[in-house]
């Protein structure tokens, strides 16, 4: 089948290849400025559309009448794609006679939107879902043609979810391409009920602010929701200090205790250990504006039982 690649990310790069493999070919790929976080920038796009003889471009306006036409002498049946900056309009979905093919994390039609793993995290959901979905004029609303989940336990972090995703997506893309291409796959639509729906919006790296009266589970949730290859669950030591928090785990005070949330209670193992709202955590993995490692921030952190970690 003659797939177009829109869009960005490792996992689409990746499905990318996996396609070549198979036997597809790619005659387009598209794609837009990669985010700062991302591990694969435009050139890997380029390189790879270089290998394979593909037509590249590397620019944000996919809906202009000339971005149309090229698309148009692509003659692409299908296209997949991860991570455009923008909704892609009918007027661009039209072409592809198969269907242009998302890749969500989320447990559609739960989490359409933004961040959805985090959020997922964040909640407390027992798993995370990743979808192969028709893209459709209303966001991550179109049939599913594929869907795998991920359970989340206590222990699960936002890199755990992107490294099972850089695995399974390509796997998933792949599985989706073949279906359609042998009339076998059989797209789920979703339900009408918007109730039965949630829509969750972007996250920015101020909302990794802790705030210590929250109860320890909802803290650590905040710590795994925003840790690699985000910026970090963070706080303040005494106001003056940032402190960015990447790992931590529950902790047991010996007895009752009372103590304002954030303070400094004692060390586990060379760990601090943080009052919470309702009990302590101990921080395993933080860094510290101005110092180099992990083990000096936290040698700084627990200096002093009259320190706190300020909200």
């Known amino acids: 089948m003659r797939v177009a690649l829109l869009g960005r990310t490792r996992a689409l790069l990746e499905a990318g290849r996996c396609l070549i493999a198979a036997g597809h070919d790619i005659p387009l ?5 990669a985010e700062p976080f991302y591990d694969t920038r435009e050139e890997d796009f380029e390189a790879f559309a270089g290998l394979i003889g593909a037509d590249f471009v590397n620019a944000l306006d996919i809906h202009s009448g000339e971005s149309l036409d090229r698309i148009r002498d692509a003659r692409c049946e299908a296209a997949i794609s991860m991570n455009w900056l923008t909704l892609l309009r009918p007027l661009l979905l039209d072409l592809f006679p198969q269907g242009v093919w998302n890749a969500h994390a989320g447990d559609l039609p739960r989490y359409r939107g933004n961040a959805c ?4 995290i964040l909640e407390g959901e027992s798993h995370v879902g990743l979808c192969i979905h028709r893209m459709v004029a209303a966001l ?4 599913v043609l594929v869907r795998d ?3 989340l336990t206590d222990a699960t972090y936002i890199s755990d979810v992107y490294d ?5 997506i390509p796997q998933m893309f792949l599985e989706a391409i073949d279906g359609l291409e042998r009339g076998t796959a059989t797209p789920v639509p979703q339900p009408d009920d918007s109730g039965q729906a949630l829509r969750v919006y972007p996250r920015r790296p101020e909302d990794g602010r802790i705030d210590w009266r929250w109860p320890a589970d909802h803290v650590l949730r905040l710590i795994r929701a925003s840790s690699r290859p985000f910026d970090g669950a963070f706080t303040s030591l005494e ?3 940032k402190v960015t928090i990447w790992r931590a785990e529950r902790a047991g005070h010996p ?5 304002v949330p954030g303070q400094v209670c004692f060390c586990l193992d060379g760990d601090p250990v943080i009052a919470c709202g309702d009990g302590v955590i101990k921080l395993t993995d933080v860094g510290m504006d101005g110092l180099g490692g992990t ?6 952190i627990a200096r002093s039982l009259r320190n706190r970690l300020l909200y």
């Open 29 to 33: 790929v598209w794609t837009c400025r």
């Open 117 to 120: 793993p985090n959020w997922a």
């Open 140 to 143: 991550d609303a179109g049939p």
């Open 149 to 151: 989940r991920l359970p």
């Open 164 to 168: 099972w995703m850089g695995v399974r």
């Open 239 to 241: 106001g003056m200090r």
């Open 255 to 259: 007895g009752p205790f009372r103590a």
């Open 295 to 300: 083990e000096d921030a936290k040698a700084v």
